[in-house]
């Protein structure tokens, strides 16, 4: 069963400061996702990554498969950016679900 | 943009009674999942769904559950005799391929609280 480990779990940082997001998984994947919560409690997806490096915008999300470790990045972070953000980890190859971890509650204070 | 959509938003139910999620998947999506988050932990897998039977199931999700898709737009969970630790948001997802190739699409989640 795989174990996925975030950090840091609370984060407040100023507008405009560059943000990272770890997350450590336990046994081999076939793809790793990078999702946001907001407050309301609607769930998006932001990347899914099975190697390398991906960037939309201001954020970019980077994964080690040796090392077993992903970090999400936020460039010139915004209030808005204000949501929890949720590693989760695809370990099948078929229709397995996702296995998640625990979130990193980021707040952008202005 | 097309996407997930769930039916209640809030479901209060009472203990002992038997409650039906409803979810209206991506329509040219073919694998569907169920997840619940109860309060202030971390969202867990219920099941997957692919080719009209159960794909993978979680621990969690026991005879007390089942899904089914009734036709070719609704996909649904059905949780017997609730009881009060069933209180949580569930979440449908939809993908078109498996989640290894595929970006997962959630719908806004149904709360379900149990008294």
């Known amino acids: 069963k795989n174990e996925v480990e975030q950090s840091p779990q609370n984060l407040t940082a100023q507008e405009g400061e560059f943000i990272t997001i770890n997350c450590s998984y336990s046994?081999?994947?076939?793809?790793l996702h990078w999702l946001q919560q907001h407050p309301g409690g609607g769930i998006v997806s932001l990347f899914m990554?099975?190697?390398g490096k991906k960037k939309h915008g201001r954020l970019i999300a980077t994964i080690n498969i040796q090392e077993k470790h992903s970090s999400l990045h936020i460039t010139a972070s915004h209030p808005r950016d204000s949501a929890v953000y949720i590693c989760?980890?695809?370990?099948?190859?078929?229709?397995?679900?996702?296995?998640f971890g625990k979130g990193t509650h980021l707040i952008i204070q202005p | 943009e097309p996407e997930v959509t769930q039916t209640p938003s809030h479901q209060v139910t009472q203990m002992g009674q038997e409650v039906i999620l409803r979810c209206v998947p991506i329509?040219?999506?073919?694998?569907f999942y169920w997840y619940r988050q109860i309060l202030g932990q971390k969202v867990e897998f219920l099941v997957s769904?692919?080719?009209?039977?159960?794909?993978?199931k979680s621990e969690i999700f026991d005879d007390q559950f089942s899904v089914e898709r009734p036709d070719g737009s609704n996909f649904t969970l059905k949780i017997r005799s609730t009881k009060l630790e069933d209180s949580a948001m569930y979440f449908c997802?939809?993908?078109?391929?498996?989640?290894?190739?595929?970006?997962?699409?959630f719908g806004p989640g149904t709360r379900l609280t149990v008294t």
């Open positions: 329509s040219n999506h073919l694998y």
């Open positions: 769904f692919y080719n009209n039977e159960i794909s993978e």
């Open positions: 989760a980890v695809n370990s099948g190859g078929g229709a397995d679900g996702l296995t």
């Open positions: 997802a939809s993908t078109p391929h498996r989640l290894a190739t595929s970006e997962q699409y």
């Open positions: 046994v081999g994947i076939s793809a």
């Open positions: 990554l099975s190697s």
